[in-house]
């Protein structure tokens, strides 16, 4: 527990009463400040819009340091997770706290395959939704429906494993029937013949009169790409999924809360702005200058996507593996995509510039990865869903360990009241 490590004391003084109060170190050397006493002990709340400052919990599962651009999960590295293993495998990492032996594998593969399919009642909900609906809101819908097909959903050991490993299956069938909805294909159901990703990308490029042909290649790219999203420590969307747990809701609704939350141009709806900037680039003849000084121009809310982030103040090194994917990707299927060279032309062009160096913004996970994703063929549209499939152990992760978490208690931040001050009522007949 962080508290057992207690490294030093901030005091902090009020007019003539001094405060005292533990700074505790986590194992990677990161300092916190315990002000779990502050309100009580001096009547201040701290004012940290946007929690910049704050952190809401300790934890045991992802360690990013933004100054070095180092990601590990569990304490593995991301390039050694990324180049050697599947994504369950990285799935069961972070859910589990260890990676799995080969028996272990075998079987969460087997259970994966048996839980991959959708009650067929749920094909109503594909076959009703509005068309043009986006796939982030069919699979927020369908996943907190969830709970209503399996509400024998408990804390029990075998029945949170089970809801887990559900949710990872399913997500993926999710995701599928809402690319076929869209094009109006008929569903392709899971395999048991096929591995996770290449049930994947199975069921969303196979149809009953073109088998899809499936090249190892991709198939390692998409376990790539999952792997490289499936954690990112106290994120928006991990925030909302513990938030909205520690109320007490039930696993699907607290991750149908984290897709949404994930959904936004900020976080990781920024994987298809990234796209759509590029396309407008590409449209205006590929000057990439523009739209940099547009990103620069105080009086432009534009942001350039793909670029900065709250804790990565050098290279995402998500980023970097990406562009690699990336370039493999297009070598394999031999595409020349002007969008890659668009990108790399707008990096070059950004870290040149004294306003992101000034800032220390770097590309981030969805610069490089639209570009791989539309090459494997996959809409737009579709970019963020692939995100939320690869980011769902994490939040499941992250979950389960807010409820084993002594120390955790339903979130409710406090703030600073500046409206008016108490007014006497004025019936409506006396109101000017
Ligand atoms: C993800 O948190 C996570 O870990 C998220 C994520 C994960 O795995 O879960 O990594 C996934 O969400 C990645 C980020 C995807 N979003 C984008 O690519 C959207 C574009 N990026 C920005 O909107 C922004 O960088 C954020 C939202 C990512 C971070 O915003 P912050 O930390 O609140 O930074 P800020 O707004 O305080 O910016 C500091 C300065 C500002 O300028 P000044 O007011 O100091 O003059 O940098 C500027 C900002 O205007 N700035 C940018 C910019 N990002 C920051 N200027 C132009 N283009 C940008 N992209």
């Known amino acids: 527990m962080l508290e057992n490590n207690k490294v030093a004391t901030a005091d902090l003084v009020i007019g003539d009463k001094k405060f005292s109060y533990p700074i505790y170190e986590g194992t990677e050397k990161e300092r916190a400040l315990d002000i779990r006493k502050l309100r009580a002990e001096t009547g201040l709340i701290t004012y940290d819009p946007g929690f910049v400052n704050t952190g809401s919990c300790e934890s045991a599962i992802t360690f990013l340091d933004g100054e070095q651009g180092i990601l590990r999960y569990r304490g593995y ?63 927020s819908a369908m996943v907190v429906s969830l709970s209503s097909f399996y509400p024998e959903i408990a804390d ?24 076929k909805k869209s094009v109006g294909e008929p569903f392709v159901y899971p395999s048991s013949k096929l591995t996770y990703c290449e049930n994947l ?51 699907y609704a607290s991750i149908s809360a ?26 205006h003849g590929g000057d990439v200058d523009k739209m940099v000084e547009r990103a620069k121009d105080p009086n432009d809310s534009f942001r350039l996507f793909g670029f900065g982030h709250r804790v990565y103040k050098s290279y995402d090194p998500r980023a970097k593996i990406a562009k690699k994917v990336c370039t493999g990707v297009l070598e394999k299927l031999g595409i020349n995509d002007p969008l890659l060279d668009i990108a790399m032309k707008l990096e070059e062009r950004a870290l040149n510039d004294e306003y992101f160096i000034k800032r220390k913004l770097y590309p981030n996970v969805d610069f490089y990865t639209g570009i791989t994703y539309r090459a494997m063929g996959f809409p737009t549209n579709m970019f963020t869903m692939l995100f939320a499939i690869g980011r769902l152990p994490g939040w499941i992760a992250q979950w389960y360990e807010m409820h084993n978490d002594p120390n955790q208690k339903i979130g409710r931040p406090r703030q600073a009241y500046c409206g008016p001050t108490q007014l006497r009522y004025v019936p409506i007949e006396q109101r000017t």
């Open 77 to 139: 590295d991301i390039l050694d997770l990324a180049e050697n293993c599947e994504f369950i495998e990285v799935a069961y990492l972070l859910i589990q706290g260890r990676l799995p032996t080969k028996a272990e594998r075998q079987r969460y593969a087997r259970l994966l395959n048996q839980h991959s399919m959708l009650h067929e009642d749920m094909q109503g909900f594909f076959r009703n939704y509005p068309e043009g609906a986006h796939p982030m809101a069919i699979a």
């Open 156 to 179: 029990r050991e075998e029945e949170k494993s089970l809801a887990a490993t559900r949710l990872i299956s399913k997500i993926r069938t999710m995701a599928a029937f809402s690319y």
């Open 201 to 251: 990308l199975n069921m969303v490029f196979a149809s009953p009169v073109a088998d899809y042909k499936l090249d190892p290649v991709l198939v390692k790219a998409m376990n790539q790409l999952l792997i490289l999203h499936a954690d990112h420590e106290q994120n928006a969307s991990t925030s909302v999924v513990r938030m909205v747990g520690s109320t007490g809701a039930n696993l």
């Open 258 to 283: 984290g897709i949404s939350a994930l959904s936004g141009p900020l976080h990781g709806g920024a994987n298809q702005e990234v796209m759509e900037m590029l396309e407008e680039i590409r449209a």
